[in-house]
């Protein structure tokens, strides 16, 4: 089956700073790639999410890369705040099983 | 547009028992899926219903089952639960299948513990 990596695990910056996380992911066939927002004690949120005919996409202070060969993508957020503050989880799902596959989610941190 | 509603919000069962656990999906949305969120495990999918069809299954065992209606509720079942089984169990709508890449709405899930 798929297996996603996602690092860092804990991820702290300060006010104003950009933030990257990574996964990679095993399978070529994989197709679909959405990052969640999961504040503390809440539901996961949709922020972005990319498919496997784009490289790069953008929505405000947010943008996700994808690179396909190596089978990665990163979760880019600039200028950030406090409340970005939250864990982020990136899925892969793959054309051929359709069963998303989600990171171990990565502890923002954003010092004010 | 009313979100995902999923009921109950907090359940404590004890070793042995079952459960059955309710999701109502976004009005339009024909797709449900359920996921077991631990902090041990992370979030890990248990299985995605459309059309009242069962269409996916994670890797959960035969104890895990669901269903969904007419209507496109959903169900989950947990029989002969574990105190592995407590977890948040989340399920989440779209408008068609999962891997149409669509988008998920999460409702704000099910904590489950098991004593």
């Known amino acids: 089956g798929e297996n996603v990596e996602q690092h860092p695990s804990t991820l702290s910056v300060q006010e104003g700073d950009s933030a990257v996380i990574k996964c990679t992911y095993s399978?070529?066939?994989?197709?679909?790639f959405p990052w969640y927002k999961q504040e503390l004690g809440k539901r996961p949120q949709l922020i972005i999410d990319?498919?496997?005919?784009?490289g790069e996409k953008k929505d405000q202070r947010i943008a996700v890369t994808l690179n396909k060969t190596a089978k990665h993508f990163s979760l880019h957020i600039t200028e950030t705040q406090p409340e970005d503050s939250a864990v982020y989880f990136c899925?892969?799902?793959?054309?051929?099983?359709?069963?998303?596959?989600f990171g171990r989610g990565t502890s923002l941190i954003v010092h004010p | 547009k009313a979100g995902v509603t999923q009921t109950p919000r907090y359940l404590i069962k004890t070793r042995g028992q079952q459960v059955t656990l309710s999701c109502s999906p976004i009005?339009?949305?024909?797709?449900v899926s359920w996921y077991q969120q631990t902090p041990g495990q992370g979030l890990q999918f248990l299985f995605e219903?459309?059309?009242?069809?069962?269409?996916n299954k994670g890797n959960f065992p035969g104890r895990f089952s669901g269903r969904q209606f007419s209507n496109s509720r959903s169900e989950m079942n947990v029989s002969t639960l574990e105190l592995g089984d407590s977890a948040l169990y989340l399920c989440?709508?779209?408008?068609?299948?999962?891997?149409?890449?669509?988008?998920?709405?999460f409702g704000p899930g099910t904590r489950l513990t098991v004593t």
């Open positions: 990319i498919r496997s005919n784009v």
């Open positions: 399978d070529s066939a994989s197709n679909y």
């Open positions: 989440a709508s779209s408008l068609t299948l999962t891997g149409q890449g669509y988008e998920q709405y």
């Open positions: 219903y459309f059309s009242e069809t069962q269409r």
């Open positions: 009005s339009g949305h024909r797709s």
């Open positions: 899925a892969v799902l793959s054309g051929g099983s359709y069963i998303p596959t």
